[in-house]
């Protein structure tokens, strides 16, 4: 049987993308050349070619399903010592990634599979580079921020090369109308703000949400962590990670995040209860 291995995320959309994605090969992770920035629904999972057809309705029928919502990521965080991997974390919209990624692999569909450990989204940087370069990367982006809102998701097939490449994006129920799609690029979601000076990525144009989010940012103090130290501590319990699927590659694994952002369409309400796992392991 032919087989081929499927990835299914929201993309980090311009120019926050492309920046980490080059930040990322700047720290020595050279994966990162095939791999879009993004956020996980469905980590890397082999299927029958045969089932496509049925996989893309599926996907089709999860985005009409749901509505657009705020994402938002604010400094950086690792899974260390656990996992060798650096990473931005997922502020706000965590909850509604958790959901979708429950509706991605629902027991009755053709991606139904089990995860290793509890979902946790987040952005990788870094990963499985050597410990002072992981420890730049935490340094450096402690301070970086991006706020847009996610209009969908998309699906991503994984070559013999090893880069993943779009397939096909889902547009949400309030989002305009997408379909396939090709090439090694990630695909453009939400917003295009402008890269401002020293490197940071700062919206031209703030939307009403990226406004609300700096004007709550202004008000915290900002965060500006040194490298944490390994810690010998045992393997989490459920509400504290992932274990990486093997092979690494686009997609990833972890906790849901109880923060603020959209419920899905037609009255369905992301899961509720999940607890902010403190370090869980992902692939990148």
Not at 101 to 124: A, I, K, W
Not at 134 to 155: H, M, N, R
């Amino acid at each position: 049987m032919e087989t081929v291995t499927l990835g299914v995320s929201i993309a980090v959309p311009e120019p926050y993308g492309s920046l980490l994605q080059e930040r990322r090969v700047g720290f020595g992770d050279t994966a990162a050349h095939g791999i879009p920035t993004h956020v996980t629904l469905l980590p890397p999972t082999e299927v029958a070619t045969g089932s496509r057809e049925r996989i893309e309705a599926h996907l089709a029928a999860v985005a009409a399903s749901s509505r657009s919502f705020p994402m938002r990521l604010s400094g950086t965080d690792t899974f260390r010592p656990l996992s060798p991997v650096v990473f931005v974390q997922v502020v706000e919209g965590g909850a509604a990634c958790g959901w979708l990624q429950e509706q991605v692999r629902v027991s009755d569909g053709p991606l139904n599979r089990e995860l290793s450990f509890p979902y946790h989204p987040h952005v990788t940087i870094a990963h499985g580079i050597a410990d002072e370069l992981l420890d730049k990367a935490y340094t450096e982006l402690a301070e970086f921020e991006a706020a847009w809102t996610a209009t969908g998701f998309a699906l991503y097939e994984q070559g013999g090369d090893g880069v993943w490449r779009l397939q096909r994006e889902y547009p949400f129920s309030d989002a305009p109308e997408a379909g396939p799609a090709g090439g090694d690029q990630a695909p453009r979601t939400g917003d295009a703000p402008a890269v401002g000076p020293a490197g940071r990525a700062d919206a031209a144009r703030p939307s009403t949400v990226e406004r609300a989010d700096r004007s709550s940012a202004a008000d915290r103090p900002k965060r500006r962590p040194s490298p944490p130290a390994p810690r010998a501590e045992s393997v989490p319990t459920a509400p504290r990670g992932a274990v990486p699927a093997q092979g690494g590659g686009l997609p990833s694994q972890g906790g849901a995040v109880p923060v603020q952002g959209a419920v899905p369409a037609q009255g369905a309400v992301p899961v509720q209860g999940a607890a902010a796992p403190a370090r869980p392991v992902v692939t990148p």
